[in-house]
């Protein structure tokens, strides 16, 4: 299964290089050929001299920031762009939402579709398209929201994931708020989620986990890359039994946003330390998921200074903290665990244990949902009850 990406405006065309940097030497170094396979079948196409080329797409209204990401592709010795995958013109959308997406979306469609289309056709199997831009310039919001409902006409039945970048609080550009606000309210309707990454967030962990002094985009970006790689790079599950080939878009779309009304996602990854501190550390797989589960409920991105006093709530009570401070109220969740010995966990060992006994005779997941959700309604009644 493969996925095409579009980089729209400075922040997409900027996050794309890192995100296939990383896919790359993953799929390169990481666990089992098969894995490696998938991986690169996902992200990259390959040519007839073996080069590995990013199945994407780059759009900007400037030509600056393209230049930059083919010339940082190129130079990784791994993987490049499509010579002819990148659509560029002189002058950028003024951080105006409206310029891009009343003017330079429609004036621009047709060859931009045609870029889209040609690496669609390069797929064996489209698992969907992802498009990554920030909300608050104006091509990446006002292009990227236009070209987005022109895919969704064009690809109705495809998953298609917007990859947001959302802005620094004290912002740089003055006219941001609007410029979200057009483009979340616009592509709530059209994609079928929509993973969020808050660049103050990014910016903190860069400074407390990293320790990072003098924190650029290059910085953050890398962060935003290394956990949007480790949701997208190929995983298994009880069901899949040993195939990495699953439709990655599709599996998220169905376990994390199945309710047209709940599409936004966030990432919390752990552990993350500067890379110089790795040798000198110790992880066990409990410790990691206890710190895990706890930033899960306090709402927390961070492994630093996580609020230990939150407690999940029982059924009756209104989500609360007992110190007044945040909690997390999600529909869905969906762990997934790399690295070593994943399946000595709880979690990899008695996830799903003995459903294979049942479906032998004919009894699918399904039906365990369904009997599920049955007796959550029957509890439903009798709680009306009292
Ligand atoms: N994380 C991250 N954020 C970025 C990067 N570049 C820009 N941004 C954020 O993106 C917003 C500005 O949008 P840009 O992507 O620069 O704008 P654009 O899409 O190129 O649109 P115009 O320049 O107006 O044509 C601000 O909120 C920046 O903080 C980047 O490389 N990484
Ligand atoms: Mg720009």
């Given at each position: 299964?493969?996925?095409?990406?579009?980089?729209?405006?400075?922040?997409?065309?900027?996050?794309?290089?890192?995100?296939?940097?990383?896919?790359?030497?993953?799929?390169?170094?990481?666990?089992?050929?098969?894995?490696?396979?998938?991986?690169?079948?996902?992200?990259?196409?390959?040519?007839?001299?073996?080069?590995?080329?990013?199945?994407?797409?780059?759009?900007?209204?400037?030509?600056?920031?393209?230049?930059?990401?083919?010339?940082?592709?190129?130079?990784?010795?791994?993987?490049?762009?499509?010579?002819?995958?990148?659509?560029?013109?002189?002058?950028?959308?003024?951080?105006?939402?409206?310029?891009?997406?009343?003017?330079?979306?429609?004036?621009?469609?047709?060859?931009?579709?045609?870029?889209?289309?040609?690496?669609?056709?390069?797929?064996?199997?489209?698992?969907?398209?992802?498009?990554?831009?920030?909300?608050?310039?104006?091509?990446?919001?006002?292009?990227?929201?236009?070209?987005?409902?022109?895919?969704?006409?064009?690809?109705?039945?495809?998953?298609?994931?917007?990859?947001?970048?959302?802005?620094?609080?004290?912002?740089?550009?003055?006219?941001?708020?609007?410029?979200?606000?057009?483009?979340?309210?616009?592509?709530?309707?059209?994609?079928?989620?929509?993973?969020?990454?808050?660049?103050?967030?990014?910016?903190?962990?860069?400074?407390?986990?990293?320790?990072?002094?003098?924190?650029?985009?290059?910085?953050?970006?890398?962060?935003?890359?290394?956990?949007?790689?480790?949701?997208?790079?190929?995983?298994?599950?009880?069901?899949?039994?040993?195939?990495?080939?699953?439709?990655?878009?599709?599996?998220?779309?169905?376990?994390?946003?199945?309710?047209?009304?709940?599409?936004l996602l966030s990432v919390c990854t752990i552990p993350q330390m500067p890379s110089s501190s790795i040798a000198y550390s110790t992880f066990s797989w409990p410790g990691l998921l206890k710190h895990l589960r706890q930033m899960l409920i306090s709402n927390s991105k961070m492994e630093e200074g996580i609020d230990w006093h939150v407690h999940p709530h029982v059924a009756s009570e209104r989500p609360r903290s007992l110190t007044g401070t945040s909690f997390n109220v999600s529909l869905a969740n969906l762990l997934i665990l790399r690295g070593k010995d994943v399946f000595s966990t709880e979690t990899g060992?008695?996830?799903?244990?003995?459903?294979?006994?049942?479906?032998?005779?004919?009894?699918?997941?399904?039906?365990?949902?369904?009997?599920?959700?049955?007796?959550?309604?029957?509890?439903?009644?009798?709680?009306?009850?009292?």
């Amino acid at each position: 299964m493969s996925m095409v990406t579009l980089q729209l405006g400075q922040c997409g065309n900027q996050i794309g290089p890192d995100l296939f940097g990383i896919l790359s030497s993953d799929a390169l170094h990481g666990p089992r050929r098969s894995y490696g396979a998938a991986s690169r079948e996902r992200f990259f196409h390959s040519t007839a001299h073996g080069d590995l080329v990013a199945r994407a797409v780059l759009i900007d209204m400037e030509p600056k920031v393209i230049k930059q990401s083919m010339a940082k592709a190129a130079a990784s010795g791994t993987w490049r762009y499509g010579d002819a995958s990148h659509f560029s013109q002189k002058q950028g959308s003024g951080n105006n939402w409206a310029n891009g997406y009343c003017v330079h979306g429609p004036r621009h469609r047709e060859v931009v579709e045609e870029l889209v289309r040609r690496e669609v056709e390069r797929c064996d199997r489209l698992a969907g398209l992802m498009a990554m831009m920030s909300v608050a310039g104006g091509t990446g919001s006002g292009v990227g929201t236009y070209i987005t409902q022109c895919l969704r006409d064009t690809y109705a039945k495809s998953f298609i994931l917007n990859h947001l970048t959302w802005p620094y609080r004290t912002g740089e550009v003055i006219v941001q708020n609007y410029n979200s606000v057009l483009t979340l309210a616009h592509l709530y309707q059209l994609s079928d989620a929509i993973l969020v990454h808050e660049n103050d967030m990014v910016h903190k962990i860069c400074s407390q986990l990293l320790n990072i002094k003098h924190i650029s985009f290059s910085d953050v970006n890398r962060v935003i890359a290394h956990q949007m790689g480790s949701v997208l790079q190929p995983s298994l599950s009880a069901d899949s039994h040993g195939d990495y080939s699953r439709n990655p878009l599709g599996e998220l779309v169905s376990t994390l946003a199945c309710h047209p009304e709940y599409k936004l996602l966030s990432v919390c990854t752990i552990p993350q330390m500067p890379s110089s501190s790795i040798a000198y550390s110790t992880f066990s797989w409990p410790g990691l998921l206890k710190h895990l589960r706890q930033m899960l409920i306090s709402n927390s991105k961070m492994e630093e200074g996580i609020d230990w006093h939150v407690h999940p709530h029982v059924a009756s009570e209104r989500p609360r903290s007992l110190t007044g401070t945040s909690f997390n109220v999600s529909l869905a969740n969906l762990l997934i665990l790399r690295g070593k010995d994943v399946f000595s966990t709880e979690t990899g060992r008695s996830y799903r244990a003995y459903i294979h006994q049942y479906i032998k005779f004919g009894i699918s997941e399904e039906d365990f949902l369904e009997s599920f959700t049955s007796l959550e309604q029957v509890i439903a009644s009798y709680t009306q009850l009292s």
